[in-house]
């Protein structure tokens, strides 16, 4: 055996298991045509892109092409909410689509249900799947993520559509890695980080995982052979003209109690979790008239947060007209505000970022309150809500907090600016190894010395690059 061959058995890096696409319809954009086709000719792949991309009519255009290959209908797996806004996308692209919540339908078409209804389908019945609003699998509890994993393993076809993932969350990278039939969880644990702990902010220990300086270059070659990030147009090498995004106004309103701490003359940040809980708790009454003062009387739609029970019952009573949606309601009263708040009928809804931060398309409303949590995440899809493409309004953020949660905010800005930095530097990390998959296709490759070779994936890519190689890489059905 060569060495070249023993290596290629080695590499983790899988090759094309889908087929040549037999539909691209013309409503898709250029850069969604391209990431169409390569996530059909992919097989099981996944598409991680930023909120108002249109991921929805990709995948559903994904999801007829598998409809028409092997005869069978696709099941379409999504967040409580979201199953009927797609089912409005499939209706206004015309695609063949119905909803189905106990695990029956009446044609070969796109099945959509959400993730609690999934154990009533079998998986043999289709020919392929889709998971929708894919961070559903690191949120839910260790049951449900095995189910989803379960199922979607069995079928040959697979894809995983997710707003653009934290890029130091590796847990969503290995969920759906492990899901598509690539490494599982622990085996990219195992081959490209190095596990240890940690403190956190409050003195809380916390299992780290950091990625091996020698790895990092062939994890994200084994990241790119399955998935693809972007959060805009040109970070494929496509035109951001139709993609622009209004401005963003954060604004911070905070609040002084009205009862002081006992043993205390003046507000003191909280340190620890328990103190931060007594905070909320204690500031719960100024924090809600303020937030109430914000929207009650703007005449315009307005999606207030809040993460307590309490918190959310005394929004509703302040804000006149306004609709709670909470835990205790059941998924059609859920689902029936959600869709009223969409179509006008709701002008104030009250809920928990844990509801409805997760795919939900609310860019009719241009007007958030927030009380900040140490959870990014969460804060970050709740503002994409409004926050996103197709957004016409400047958005305006107004983040209610007391005098003693400045630590709460100050670790969720240090998580925001992070997110940031690392973003970039997986877009350009992808795009590096999308440019080395092209230049493999060359006949006679002029090959690095293995001293800089090692460098090339620090190396970001230049403004001034060719689009058109760019798009011709994205389009390469070849693995990297």
Same mark, same amino acid.
């Given at each position: 055996?060569?060495?070249?061959?023993?290596?290629?058995?080695?590499?983790?890096?899988?090759?094309?298991?889908?087929?040549?696409?037999?539909?691209?319809?013309?409503?898709?954009?250029?850069?969604?045509?391209?990431?169409?086709?390569?996530?059909?000719?992919?097989?099981?792949?996944?598409?991680?892109?930023?909120?108002?991309?249109?991921?929805?009519?990709?995948?559903?255009?994904?999801?007829?092409?598998?409809?028409?290959?092997?005869?069978?209908?696709?099941?379409?797996?999504?967040?409580?909410?979201?199953?009927?806004?797609?089912?409005?996308?499939?209706?206004?692209?015309?695609?063949?689509?119905?909803?189905?919540?106990?695990?029956?339908?009446?044609?070969?078409?796109?099945?959509?249900?959400?993730?609690?209804?999934?154990?009533?389908?079998?998986?043999?019945?289709?020919?392929?799947?889709?998971?929708?609003?894919?961070?559903?699998?690191?949120?839910?509890?260790?049951?449900?993520?095995?189910?989803?994993?379960?199922?979607?393993?069995?079928?040959?076809?697979?894809?995983?559509?997710?707003?653009?993932?934290?890029?130091?969350?590796?847990?969503?990278?290995?969920?759906?890695?492990?899901?598509?039939?690539?490494?599982?969880?622990?085996?990219?644990?195992?081959?490209?980080?190095?596990?240890?702990?940690?403190?956190?902010?409050?003195?809380?220990?916390?299992?780290?995982?950091?990625?091996?300086?020698?790895?990092?270059?062939?994890?994200?070659?084994?990241?790119?052979?399955?998935?693809?990030?972007?959060?805009?147009?040109?970070?494929?090498?496509?035109?951001?003209?139709?993609?622009?995004?209004?401005?963003?106004?954060?604004?911070?309103?905070?609040?002084?109690?009205?009862?002081?701490?006992?043993?205390?003359?003046?507000?003191?940040?909280?340190?620890?979790?328990?103190?931060?809980?007594?905070?909320?708790?204690?500031?719960?009454?100024?924090?809600?008239?303020?937030?109430?003062?914000?929207?009650?009387?703007?005449?315009?739609?307005?999606?207030?947060?809040?993460?307590?029970?309490?918190?959310?019952?005394?929004?509703?009573? *302040?804000?006149?007209?306004?609709?709670? %949606? $909470?835990? !205790?309601?059941?998924?059609? =009263? /859920?689902?029936?505000?959600?869709?009223?708040?969409?179509?006008?009928?709701?002008?104030?809804?009250?809920?928990?970022?844990?509801?409805?931060?997760?795919?939900?398309?609310?860019?009719?409303?241009?007007?958030?309150?927030?009380?900040?949590?140490?959870?990014?995440?969460?804060?970050?899809?709740?503002?994409?809500?409004?926050?996103?493409?197709?957004?016409?309004?400047?958005?305006?953020?107004?983040?209610?907090?007391?005098?003693?949660?400045?630590?709460?905010?100050?670790?969720?800005?240090?998580?925001?600016?992070?997110?940031?930095?690392?973003?970039?530097?997986?877009?350009?990390?992808?795009?590096?190894?999308?440019?080395?998959?092209?230049?493999?296709?060359?006949?006679?490759?002029?090959?690095?010395?293995?001293? *800089?070779?090692?460098?090339?994936?620090? %190396? $970001?890519? !230049?403004?001034?690059?060719? =689009? /058109?190689?760019?798009?011709?890489?994205?389009?390469?059905?070849?693995?990297?």
């Amino acid at each position: 055996m060569k060495y070249s061959e023993f290596l290629a058995r080695k590499s983790q890096v899988i090759g094309m298991s889908g087929f040549e696409p037999l539909w691209m319809p013309s409503f898709l954009k250029p850069f969604q045509s391209s990431l169409v086709e390569w996530s059909i000719r992919k097989g099981r792949a996944a598409l991680f892109e930023g909120c108002g991309l249109g991921k929805t009519p990709q995948s559903l255009v994904w999801g007829e092409n598998v409809i028409r290959h092997t005869n069978k209908p696709v099941l379409l797996i999504a967040p409580l909410g979201v199953t009927a806004q797609t089912l409005q996308e499939a209706n206004k692209f015309g695609i063949d689509a119905e909803r189905s919540k106990d695990g029956t339908w009446k044609q070969k078409r796109i099945v959509i249900t959400n993730y609690e209804s999934l154990s009533k389908f079998n998986w043999t019945e289709f020919g392929g799947a889709i998971c929708d609003e894919s961070q559903a699998t690191k949120n839910a509890d260790a049951k449900r993520t095995a189910e989803i994993t379960e199922f979607m393993r069995q079928l040959p076809f697979r894809l995983f559509c997710s707003a653009t993932p934290a890029p130091n969350d590796y847990v969503e990278l290995g969920n759906s890695s492990e899901a598509l039939g690539e490494l599982g969880f622990q085996d990219m644990i195992t081959r490209f980080f190095k596990k240890g702990t940690s403190k956190d902010h409050l003195g809380w220990g916390r299992t780290t995982y950091r990625m091996m300086a020698h790895a990092e270059h062939d994890f994200w070659r084994w990241v790119c052979s399955w998935a693809r990030a972007c959060r805009k147009p040109s970070d494929l090498g496509f035109d951001d003209a139709e993609y622009i995004l209004p401005k963003l106004i954060m604004k911070q309103t905070t609040v002084s109690a009205r009862t002081k701490k006992p043993g205390c003359l003046f507000d003191m940040p909280a340190d620890t979790l328990e103190e931060q809980r007594e905070e909320r708790r204690r500031t719960m009454p100024e924090r809600c008239e303020a937030a109430a003062a914000l929207v009650a009387d703007t005449g315009k739609p307005a999606l207030v947060w809040c993460h307590l029970n309490p918190e959310g019952d005394l929004l509703t009573r *302040l804000i006149p007209g306004a609709v709670q %949606v $909470s835990g !205790k309601d059941s998924d059609d =009263a /859920k689902e029936e505000a959600f869709l009223a708040f969409c179509s006008g009928q709701i002008q104030k809804l009250v809920t928990k970022p844990s509801l409805g931060a997760l795919g939900l398309n609310f860019q009719h409303c241009a007007h958030q309150t927030f009380f900040p949590s140490h959870s990014f995440e969460l804060f970050y899809q709740g503002v994409r809500r409004s926050w996103r493409f197709g957004q016409m309004k400047d958005v305006v953020i107004d983040i209610v907090t007391s005098e003693g949660e400045s630590k709460v905010l100050a670790n969720l800005q240090r998580k925001n600016d992070q997110a940031e930095i690392m973003m970039e530097r997986l877009v350009a990390l992808m795009n590096d190894h999308l440019d080395v998959k092209r230049n493999d296709n060359f006949p006679n490759p002029t090959e690095a010395p293995s001293w *800089l070779s090692g460098s090339i994936s620090s %190396v $970001s890519v !230049k403004p001034n690059g060719s =689009a /058109k190689r760019k798009k011709a890489a994205v389009q390469d059905a070849a693995a990297v």
